[in-house]
């Protein structure tokens, strides 16, 4: 099974910071990974699929990049509606496995 | 628009059964692979299990293999997760989730139902 982390864990920001999450995959998967955002009671949403490809009606200030092993979630200036978690998940093998989620604060 | 709705979810004892369903519509439902995914209280995302839109192909995670069923009417728009031989860590929230394109199951996750909370206990 491909294992999938992340960091940090959790991370407290201001409105207008720049915000990176880092994902990696215990083994090459391409560019077959995906990031959601999930908010406290909801459910979880597809911001980028395939690495880097916004998912439709998603602000450009989410942005996604990195194949092989290695990727990146960068949100441009935070702002108040993006405090969540966010997970990355691999859909190069099944079974299809997620990162343990990066929570998203105010600072 | 694209809309899922899962039902079927409850308490119930470990070693029981329960069966969750999940209702489609807004879309070609034969046209995609669909999933279940769970999270448990306070957790992470677990995908449980995927089957493909003909019904020919189906994976799961290892936890539920041989208790789990995943399974589909496409006459009826409805997707099912079989659940047998229950255990307290099968406790979650249960999300009937569409492959993100209608080409195989080896991609995003496009939309999530509102899911359904299932208690072994």
């Known amino acids: 099974d491909i294992q999938m982390t992340q960091s940090p864990s959790s991370l407290s920001a201001s409105v207008g910071d720049r915000v990176t999450i880092t994902c990696r995959a215990s083994?090459?998967?391409?560019?077959?990974l995906n990031w959601y955002q999930q908010k406290p009671g909801k459910t979880p949403k597809l911001l980028i699929y395939?690495?880097?490809s916004l998912h439709t009606g998603v602000p450009s200030r989410f942005s996604g990049s990195g194949s092989g092993t290695d990727f990146t979630l960068t949100i441009s200036s935070l702002q108040p509606e993006d405090f969540a978690t966010y997970y990355c998940?691999?859909?190069?093998?099944?079974?299809?496995?997620f990162g343990p989620g990066t929570k998203v604060d105010i600072k | 628009q694209v809309q899922l709705v899962e039902s079927g979810g409850g308490v119930v004892q470990p070693g029981r059964s329960l069966r969750l369903s999940c209702a489609a519509s807004?879309?070609?439902?034969?046209?995609?692979?669909m999933h279940w995914v769970r999270q448990a209280p306070g957790k992470g995302l677990e995908w449980v299990a995927v089957?493909?839109?003909?019904?020919?192909?189906?994976y799961y995670v290892d936890s539920v293999k041989g208790r789990f069923t995943i399974s589909r009417d496409n006459s009826n728009y409805t997707l099912y997760l079989q659940m047998n031989s229950l255990r307290a860590e099968d406790t979650a929230v249960y999300y009937c989730?569409?492959?993100?394109?209608?080409?195989?199951?080896?991609?995003?996750?496009?939309?999530w139902g509102q899911g359904t909370l299932v208690t072994v206990s």
């Open positions: 989730v569409r492959a993100g394109i209608a080409q195989g199951f080896y991609n995003w996750f496009d939309p």
């Open positions: 807004g879309f070609t439902f034969s046209s995609y692979a």
């Open positions: 089957m493909s839109r003909e019904g020919n192909n189906k």
């Open positions: 083994q090459s998967i391409s560019t077959y």
């Open positions: 395939t690495a880097s």
């Open positions: 998940q691999q859909s190069y093998s099944t079974p299809f496995t």
